[in-house]
């Protein structure tokens, strides 16, 4: 199984947290087991 997206970012010491949330905002990626997204602006 290739390595997750939150490994890769990991891995390049780029800092990263998995959320999970009904309305994740503007999706950037998406496969069969993850889903990346930018939060929607609030204020």
Not at 14 to 29: D, T
């Amino acid at each position: 199984m290739p390595p997750s997206y939150l490994e890769i970012l990991a891995a390049h010491q780029v800092e990263c947290v998995g959320v999970e949330a009904s309305e994740p905002g503007q999706v950037i990626y998406e496969d069969l087991h993850q889903v990346v997204a930018v939060p929607y602006r609030t204020g």
